[in-house]
C-alpha cells in the first residue's frame, strides 16, 4: 500500500501544465503551512494545496519553512517547491524598488534603470507609451530579477496591477466608463488627494465626475507635471496656455489616458464617489479640503483658506 501511495502521489505531484513562468511569490513571515500552500495552489505552482500539505508533514520540517519572496523560473514537482521553502531557496537575484503611488513612468523609470543593468531608461518608457500602459503599472515593491528586460518589467508590474483589481472587476463592469476612463480619473485623483482619506478621495472624485458630468474643465493642475515630464512645484499662468490635448484647463472631458499610476484605494474611490453637487473644491493651507457649489463660493475659499487678498 505505501509503495501504491508513493507512485500515486509522484505521478500527480507533477507541476501542473500551466505552471507560471517568472512568478514572485511571496510568503510573509508567520504564515502557516495551509495559507503557503494555498496560495501556490491559487498562484498556480501547484496543483494541489493538500498534495503539497502531506509532503511537508512526511518531511517533519512544518515548523521550517521560510518566509520571503520565491521566484519560479521553470516548472517545478511538489516535491521540489517543498525542498525550495524548506531551505529558502529563492533563486534569482532580484533588485528592489519602490513604486510609488500615483507616479508616472518618467517619476520611476530611473529608478529601475539604476537598479536592473538591462534596462535603457529612455527605452522603457518608449515602450510604456507605444503600449499604452501608463495606470496599469501598480505602485508597489517589487523585487525584479537582474537580467529584466523592459517588457519583462511592464509584464511584472502589469500582472500585479491585474491581481490587485481582481475582486472589483465585478464593479467596473457595471460603471458607466471604462477601465481606462476609470483609471484616468484615479490617476487624477491620486495625485489631487493622494495623501487624504479615502472618504475624501471618495468626494473628490465625485466633484471631478461632476465636473465631467456637465461639461465643465477639470481644472486639475496635477496634469502640468504630467505634460511637462517633471515635477513642478508650483503651477505657473504660463503652464496653463501649454497646447497639449491632456491640458484639462483649455479642454474639457477627461484627458486622453492616465498621468500615473493610482493606487488600489484611489481606483476604488472612482468607482464609488461620494455623491455630491459641489463643483469645486481646493485644499487649504491648513491641508483640510473645502468644497463649494458655485465659483463664487470657490472664490471665497480661496481667500479664507489660500489667504488670498481682493
Do not use: C
Not at 498534495?51 to 514537482?77: C, D, E, H, W
Not at 534596462?119 to 537582474?146: N, V
Request: hydrophobic residues 35%.
Amino acid at each position: 500500500m505505501a509503495v501504491l501511495f508513493s507512485y500515486v502521489y509522484f505521478f500527480i505531484a507533477e507541476a501542473p501544465e500551466n505552471f507560471p513562468k517568472d512568478q514572485f511569490i511571496e510568503i510573509k513571515s508567520g504564515s502557516p503551512l495551509s495559507v503557503i500552500a494555498d496560495e501556490f495552489e491559487k498562484q498556480g505552482v501547484i496543483s494541489s494545496a493538500t498534495l503539497f500539505k502531506i509532503g511537508v508533514y512526511a518531511t517533519g520540517n512544518q515548523q521550517q519553512l521560510k518566509s520571503g519572496t520565491y521566484y519560479f523560473t521553470k516548472p517545478l514537482r511538489i516535491e521540489e517547491i517543498i525542498r525550495k521553502v524548506i531551505n529558502g531557496s529563492f533563486e534569482v537575484p532580484t533588485e528592489r524598488v519602490t513604486i510609488l503611488e500615483g507616479q508616472a513612468a518618467y517619476q520611476f523609470a530611473s529608478s529601475i534603470a539604476q537598479a536592473l543593468p538591462l534596462i535603457d531608461e529612455a527605452e522603457l518608457l518608449s515602450l510604456i507609451q507605444q503600449e499604452k500602459k501608463e495606470g496599469y503599472l501598480y505602485p508597489d515593491t517589487y523585487f525584479f530579477p537582474q537580467d529584466a528586460e523592459e517588457d519583462d518589467v511592464i509584464r511584472i508590474m502589469e500582472k500585479n496591477f491585474t491581481k490587485k483589481i481582481e475582486k472589483y472587476v465585478a464593479d467596473i463592469e457595471k460603471s458607466p466608463y471604462t477601465l481606462d476612463q476609470i483609471l484616468t480619473m484615479a490617476s487624477l485623483v491620486e495625485n489631487e488627494a493622494g495623501a487624504a482619506s479615502y472618504d475624501t478621495k471618495r468626494k473628490v472624485a465625485g466633484v471631478l465626475w461632476n465636473r465631467v458630468g456637465v461639461n465643465m474643465p477639470i481644472q486639475a493642475d496635477a496634469v502640468f507635471s504630467y505634460i511637462y515630464q517633471e515635477h513642478l512645484p508650483r503651477v505657473l499662468f504660463r503652464h496653463l496656455e501649454v497646447e497639449s490635448p491632456y491640458n484639462i484647463y483649455k479642454y474639457t472631458g477627461l484627458p486622453p489616458g492616465p498621468i500615473g499610476n493610482p493606487s488600489i484605494e484611489a481606483i476604488r474611490a472612482t468607482i464609488d464617489p461620494i455623491d455630491t453637487d459641489y463643483l469645486f473644491y481646493l485644499t487649504g493651507f491648513d491641508g483640510k479640503f473645502y468644497y463649494s457649489k458655485t465659483n463664487s463660493g470657490h472664490e471665497q475659499n480661496r481667500r479664507r483658506h489660500l489667504n488670498y487678498r481682493k
